[in-house]
C-alpha cells in the first residue's frame, strides 16, 4: 500500500487535466466540424449533386446555352472593369487615410464602409431614383442621349457601389500598421511620388492588394440585389450570371440548368477562396 | 490616371459589345413573367417571316418579369420597343409616362389584344379535396396558390375573377365579394412575387392543394409534373394579353416599321397557330375553330362587370383600396 | 477646398495628397454619397406626415419586426459558431484544420443568389434536410426558421474572422498563469480568454446582424414572401418598387441605412477598444 507524495498528487491532478482537456478538444472539434458539415459544406456538395443530376451531358448542355453563355460573358466583363478601378480607389483611399491626417478622415472611413453594411438593393434603388428616366438626372440624361440603367454602365456603377471598400479594408490597415517611415525616408533621399509608390510602397502592399482585389472580384461576380433593380433582366443582353439563376430557376424545366450556372459561380467562388488561401500565407494575413 | 483609363475603357468595351448588333433591325420585347417560353417558339418564326416579306434579320431581344415591375423599368428608361403584358393598366402607366399613345387600344385589331387566357386551376394527383369552382378556394381545408396580385398581372387576373365570382353569385352583394376575396388571401400560404414562382412553389416544392395561374400555364405546368390535373372553373374571367409599341423608344431606335409589323403578326394564322400551341385562345376565326377541342367550354366574365378598368384601379388597386383592406391584415 | 489644402501642405513631407485624396473624394461622391443623397432626398421628400405613415403602417412594422427577429438569432447563433470556430481553428492542431479555416470564408465567396437556391432546395421537402425536417414536423422553407439559416450562412465568417486573430495573439502565459494558480478550464475561459476577445467577439456579432438585416439574395429565395410573417424589410422595399410606390420603397431603404450605419458605428467602438485591448498586450 503506498500514499501519494504531494507531488505524485499534483502530477496526477495535472495527468487528470490534461485528460479532461484533450477530452474537451475532441468534443470540441468534433462539434466544429460536424456544424460545418452541415451549415457550409452541404449546400456547396448539394449544387454540384443538383447540377450533375442528368450526368456530365445534360450539364455540359445546361451551361453552353447562348444566354447562360452571354450571362458568363457579361459577368466577366463586369468584374474585369470594375476590379481595377477599385484597386485603383483602394490603393488612392489608403495613401489619402494612412499616410496624411486631415479633418473628417475618421468621417471618410466610415462612408467608404457604407457599401458593405446596407443592402444592395438600397444601391439599386439610390441609382434609380439618381439616374431613372423619372429620377434627379433623368432629363438631363435624356436630354444627351446618354443610357445608364438597364445597360451595361448602370451595372457596372452598382457592382462599383457594392464592391467598393474590399480592397480599401484590405489595404488600409496594412499601411497604417507599416507607417510611413520608409517612404518619407525615401522621399528624403530624393525620389519622386510615384518612384516612392512604386518601389517602396506596393512591394510591402501587393498581397494586401492582390487579396483585396480576389474578394472584390468575388463579389463582383456574385452581385445579385443592386443589379437585379438596374438591369431590365433582357435575357441575352443584361442578364448577369446571377439573375440568370434566378431565370432558369423560375423555368417550367428541371433546375439542372439553374444549378448547373450555379455551379460554374460557386467554382469561380471556390478558386477565389484557394487564391486567397495562397495570399494568406505569403502576406502573413490573420 | 487609371480610374479614367479603366473607365474608357469600359466606354469601348459598352461600345464594343452593342456593335455588331447595328447590322440588323433589333427590337426588344418587353413582356410579362411567364411569356418567356411563348415568346421563345414565336419569336424564331416571326424572323423567318420578316426575312422574307422584308428582306431583312431581326433579333427580337426579351424581357420578362413581373408585368407592373416591367411598365416601372420602361418608365425609368428600359429600351423596349414593344410591349406585350397581361394587364392594361400597366400600359396606361406608360401613356401617363408620355411612352406609349394614348389611343393605344386601337391601333391593333380586338382592342389591341391578339390573344387571350383566362385563370384555372391546377390540382393534385385525383383532385383528393375535390376542388372545381372558385367556392371550393375559401374552405378552411383548401390551400390556394397564386402570387402576389400587387406585383402579378396573373394574380390579379386571379383576385379580380374571385371577386367577380363572389359578386355574382351573391347578386352583386359587394360586401359579401369583398368578404369572399379576403378569405380567399387569408387561405394563400406563400405569396412570390412572379407567377412562375408561384407554380414551382406548387408543383416543385409541393405547397398548397390548388394553384390559379392563367390556363395556358396550367397546360404547361401539367405537361411537366406527371400527376398534378388540370381543372377549368364553370365561370372565370376573360384575361386580355394587351400588346403596345413603345413609340417614344421605336422612333428613337428607328424600329416603328418592325415592332409595328411585329405585333401585327401577332395576329396572322401563322402566329395564332404557335400561340394555341402554347393553350393560349386565340381571336383569330379559323384557327380558333382548328383548336377548339383544346379548350373547354367556360362562361367568361370580362372586367366591365367589375366597371371596366379604370374603375377596377381604384376601386380596387391603388391606396386604400379593396385589396389594400383585404390583403394587408 | 484648395486654399485649406495649401494650408496644410506644408507641414507633409510625402507627396500625393491632392491627388489621393481628390480621387477618393471623387470616386466617393460619385459612386456612394451621390446616390445615397438621392435616396435621402427622395425619402425626405414626401413629407413627415407620410414618412410617419409609411413607417408605422402594419406591414412595415411586420417587416422590420421579422426582419430584426431573425436577424438577431442569426447573429446569436452565429455568436456562439464563430467562437467555437475560431477557438478550434487557433487552439488544436488536427488533420484537415487548413481546409476547415478555408471554409470559414465560403459565405463570403458564394454568390448569395447562389446561397438562397442552394438552401432552399436543400430544406425543400425534396431536399437531403427538408425530408427528415419536414417528416418530424419541422417547416423551414418559407417559414421564419428559412430565413434565420440564409442569415446565418451569410453571416458566418463575420464573427471568425474577428475574434481569431485575438485568440492566436492571445499571450498564453496568461492562460498557464491562471492554471497553475488552481482556477479550472471554464474559470480560465471565463476570466482570462473572455475579457480579452470581448471587444471582437461583439464587434464582429455587431457586423454580422447588419450584414444579416441587409441581406437580399439569399433571402428572398427561402422566405416566402407572406407580409407579416416572412416578409423582411429590404424584400419588402423591393416590393415597393415593384409596385411604382418610389415613396415607399425609399422610405424603408432609409430605414434600413439609418440601423446600418448605427451598427457600422457600434462596431468601429468596439473595433477601436480591441485594437487598443491588442496594444496593450504587447
Not at chain 1, 466544429?32 to 449533386?49: K, R
Request: net charge neutral; hydrophobic share 50%; aromatic share 10%.
Amino acid at each position: 500500500m503506498t500514499v501519494m507524495t504531494a507531488q505524485e498528487q499534483v502530477a496526477a491532478g495535472r495527468h487528470a487535466a490534461m485528460a479532461g482537456e484533450r477530452r474537451t478538444a475532441r468534443v470540441l472539434i468534433a462539434l466544429a466540424l460536424v456544424t460545418t458539415a452541415f451549415l457550409i459544406l452541404a449546400p456547396l456538395v448539394y449544387i454540384f449533386w443538383r447540377a450533375f443530376a442528368e450526368g456530365t451531358s445534360g450539364y455540359w448542355a445546361a451551361i453552353t446555352t447562348p444566354e447562360t453563355l452571354h450571362a458568363i460573358w457579361l459577368t466577366v466583363i463586369v468584374t474585369v472593369v470594375v476590379v481595377p478601378v477599385n484597386v485603383a480607389f483602394g490603393i488612392a483611399v489608403a495613401w489619402a487615410i494612412a499616410r496624411f491626417r486631415f479633418p473628417g478622415r475618421g468621417l471618410l472611413m466610415t462612408i467608404v464602409e457604407i457599401p458593405f453594411s446596407i443592402s444592395p438593393i438600397i444601391a439599386g434603388i439610390s441609382y434609380l431614383l439618381l439616374y431613372g428616366r423619372q429620377g434627379f438626372l433623368g432629363p438631363f440624361l435624356r436630354e444627351h442621349d446618354i443610357t445608364i440603367l438597364f445597360a451595361l454602365p448602370g451595372i457596372i456603377l452598382v457592382t462599383l457601389f457594392v464592391t467598393a471598400p474590399f480592397v480599401a479594408r484590405e489595404v488600409l490597415p496594412l499601411m497604417l500598421a507599416k507607417g510611413s517611415e520608409q517612404e518619407e525616408a525615401a522621399v528624403t533621399l530624393g525620389a519622386r511620388g510615384w518612384q516612392v509608390f512604386r518601389y517602396v510602397t506596393l512591394p510591402g502592399i501587393r498581397w494586401a492588394l492582390l487579396y483585396g482585389a480576389v474578394l472584390c472580384a468575388a463579389r463582383a461576380v456574385g452581385e445579385f440585389g443592386g443589379v437585379s433593380v438596374v438591369s431590365g433582366r433582357v435575357a441575352g443582353q443584361t442578364n448577369t450570371l446571377p439573375l440568370q439563376i434566378e431565370l432558369l430557376y423560375n423555368e417550367m424545366s428541371t433546375s439542372v440548368a439553374a444549378f448547373a450556372a450555379a455551379s460554374t459561380l460557386t467554382m469561380i467562388a471556390i478558386v477565389a477562396l484557394i487564391a486567397k488561401t495562397l495570399l494568406d500565407s505569403r502576406s502573413g494575413h490573420g | 490616371m487609371s480610374l479614367i483609363s479603366s473607365l474608357r475603357t469600359a466606354a469601348a468595351v459598352a461600345v464594343l459589345a452593342a456593335a455588331p448588333a447595328l447590322a440588323q433591325d433589333k427590337i426588344l420585347n418587353v413582356s410579362y413573367d411567364i411569356g418567356r417560353e411563348l415568346f421563345e417558339a414565336l419569336n424564331p418564326v416571326f424572323a423567318k417571316t420578316w426575312k422574307e416579306t422584308s428582306g431583312r434579320d431581326v433579333t427580337v431581344d426579351q424581357s420578362h418579369g413581373g408585368s407592373s415591375a416591367q411598365a416601372r423599368a420602361i418608365l425609368e428608361g428600359l429600351n423596349a420597343d414593344v410591349v406585350t403584358f397581361n394587364q392594361e393598366t400597366d400600359i396606361d402607366v406608360l401613356v401617363d409616362g408620355g411612352l406609349v399613345d394614348a389611343d393605344w387600344r386601337n391601333a391593333f385589331p380586338n382592342g389591341a389584344s391578339p390573344y387571350y387566357s383566362l385563370p384555372a386551376f391546377v390540382v393534385r394527383e385525383g383532385n383528393p379535396k375535390g376542388i372545381k369552382d372558385w367556392s371550393d378556394l375559401v374552405r378552411d381545408d383548401v390551400q390556394p396558390v397564386f402570387a402576389n396580385p400587387r406585383t402579378s398581372g396573373n394574380a390579379r387576373y386571379t383576385y379580380l375573377a374571385a371577386y367577380a365570382f363572389a359578386l355574382e353569385a351573391n347578386g352583386g352583394d359587394e360586401a359579401k365579394a369583398t368578404e369572399f376575396v379576403k378569405k380567399l388571401l387569408s387561405n394563400v400560404p406563400v405569396f412570390d412575387t412572379g407567377a412562375r414562382a408561384s407554380s414551382q412553389t406548387f408543383a416543385e416544392r409541393n405547397i398548397g392543394d390548388v394553384l390559379i395561374t392563367f390556363e395556358a400555364e396550367t397546360a404547361g405546368i401539367v405537361a411537366q409534373y406527371p400527376g398534378l390535373e388540370r381543372v377549368t372553373p364553370a365561370t372565370s374571367l376573360f384575361a386580355a394579353f394587351p400588346v403596345a409599341l413603345v413609340r417614344e423608344n421605336a422612333e428613337k431606335n428607328g424600329t416603328v416599321e418592325v415592332a409595328t409589323a411585329y405585333l401585327n403578326w401577332l395576329y396572322t394564322p401563322e402566329a395564332q397557330r404557335v400561340l394555341a400551341a402554347k393553350n393560349f385562345r386565340v381571336t383569330d376565326k379559323d384557327v380558333a375553330a382548328e383548336v377548339a377541342a383544346q379548350f373547354p367550354e367556360v362562361k367568361l366574365l370580362t372586367v366591365d362587370v367589375l366597371g371596366g378598368w379604370a374603375e377596377i384601379k381604384a376601386k380596387h388597386f391603388d391606396e386604400g383600396g379593396i385589396l389594400d383592406q383585404v390583403f394587408e391584415n | 477646398m484648395t486654399v485649406a489644402l495649401a494650408r496644410i501642405r506644408p507641414k507633409r513631407v510625402l507627396p500625393g495628397f491632392a491627388l489621393s485624396l481628390g480621387t477618393t473624394l471623387l470616386y466617393v461622391s460619385v459612386i456612394i454619397l451621390i446616390p445615397i443623397i438621392a435616396l435621402m432626398i427622395s425619402g425626405a421628400g414626401i413629407g413627415w406626415d407620410r414618412f410617419v405613415r409609411i413607417v408605422t403602417s402594419t406591414r412595415t412594422l411586420d417587416a422590420l419586426r421579422v426582419t430584426v427577429t431573425a436577424a438577431a438569432i442569426a447573429t446569436v447563433i452565429n455568436a456562439f459558431y464563430g467562437l467555437l470556430m475560431a477557438w478550434v481553428l487557433t487552439r488544436y492542431e488536427f488533420r484537415g484544420r487548413a481546409l476547415l479555416d478555408a471554409m470559414m470564408d465560403i459565405p463570403f465567396a458564394l454568390p448569395t443568389a447562389v446561397a438562397g437556391l442552394a438552401l432552399t432546395s436543400l430544406f425543400a421537402s425534396t431536399g437531403w434536410f427538408g425530408g427528415p425536417l419536414e417528416a418530424a414536423g419541422i417547416q423551414v422553407v418559407y417559414a421564419l426558421p428559412g430565413i434565420i439559416i440564409a442569415m446565418t450562412f451569410t453571416s458566418v465568417p463575420f464573427v471568425v474572422r474577428a475574434v481569431q486573430p485575438v485568440l492566436e495573439d492571445l499571450d498564453p502565459a496568461l492562460e498557464e498563469a491562471a492554471k497553475t494558480l488552481g482556477a479550472t478550464p471554464w474559470q480560465t475561459f471565463s476570466k482570462v480568454i473572455l475579457p480579452a476577445i470581448l471587444p471582437a467577439w461583439l464587434g464582429g456579432c455587431t457586423v454580422s446582424m447588419a450584414r444579416s438585416m441587409g441581406e437580399f439574395g439569399a433571402v428572398v429565395f427561402i422566405a416566402g414572401n407572406l407580409p407579416g410573417k416572412t416578409e423582411i424589410a429590404s424584400l419588402l422595399a423591393f416590393i415597393r418598387l415593384q409596385e411604382y410606390d418610389y415613396r415607399g420603397a425609399s422610405v424603408i431603404a432609409l430605414i434600413l441605412l439609418v440601423f446600418a450605419l448605427l451598427l457600422l458605428l457600434v462596431s468601429n467602438l468596439f473595433q477601436i477598444r480591441a485594437a487598443r485591448y491588442r496594444e496593450g498586450g504587447k
